[in-house]
């Protein structure tokens, strides 16, 4: 199986910076990937499909790129609501794997 | 809107079997599929596998094959997850979600279904 991996694991940051979090594949899976939002006690939300796709109705100050093994998912301006888990997704060979997911909390 | 509702928590004993449902709305139930996710307590995501709601074709985890099977009821656009010969590891909250091939994101879930496992 492909494995994912975040880094990092945890930050703290404030409202109105901007955060990137970084998802790495074992081996390269084209853009195949999403980046979920989970807060406590919810199921996932997708935000962004095929590397850089944003799901329709998520705001527009998130954003993801990359491609092969190394992609980003990038906050632009931090607002109270985004303090959440963010997980990527490969979808590129079975099974289906996630990364360990990222911690955004507040600073 | 498309909604995916799952059936309510469960207490099972370890050896013993649990089914959850996962019935959907919203949009046309045999033009996708539903894979089932699973979360430990304070852990991450791990896919448990995918059943065509179309012609019934199902894609198990490797780890869980010949613990779980996947089944459809196309007449109430409903999914099941039957999870047999529960271990306490098996504690987890269990999702739903849609998923059109079985190797693909996920565009809506389930709001969950906390499953314990304890004697």
């Known amino acids: 199986a492909i494995r994912m991996t975040q880094s990092p694991s945890s930050f703290s940051a404030s409202t109105g910076d901007r955060v990137t979090i970084t998802c790495r594949a074992s081996?390269?899976?084209?853009?195949?990937l999403a980046w979920y939002q989970q807060k406590p006690g919810k199921a996932p939300k997708l935000l962004i499909y095929a590397a850089s796709t944003l799901q329709s109705g998520v705001p527009s100050r998130f954003s993801g790129s990359g491609s092969g093994t190394d992609f980003t998912l990038t906050i632009s301006c931090l607002q109270s609501e985004d303090f959440a888990t963010y997980y990527c997704q490969q979808y590129y060979s079975y099974p289906g794997t996630f990364g360990q997911g990222t911690k955004v909390e507040i600073k | 809107q498309v909604q995916l509702v799952q059936s309510g928590a469960e207490v099972k004993k370890p050896g013993a079997s649990v089914k959850v449902s996962c019935k959907a709305s919203?949009?046309?139930?045999?033009?996708?599929?539903i894979s089932w996710v699973r979360q430990a307590p304070g852990q991450g995501l791990e896919w448990m596998g995918w059943i065509s709601a179309y012609n019934g074709n199902t894609n198990y985890a490797q780890k869980l094959q010949g613990r779980v099977t996947m089944t459809t009821d196309t007449s109430t656009s409903t999914a099941y997850m039957e999870l047999r010969s529960l271990r306490s590891d098996d504690t987890a909250v269990y999702y739903c979600?849609?998923?059109?091939?079985?190797?693909?994101?996920?565009?809506?879930w389930g709001q969950g279904t906390l499953v314990t496992v304890s004697s």
């Open positions: 919203g949009y046309t139930f045999t033009s996708y599929g």
């Open positions: 081996q390269g899976i084209s853009s195949y």
């Open positions: 979600a849609r998923d059109s091939t079985g190797l693909n994101y996920f565009d809506y």
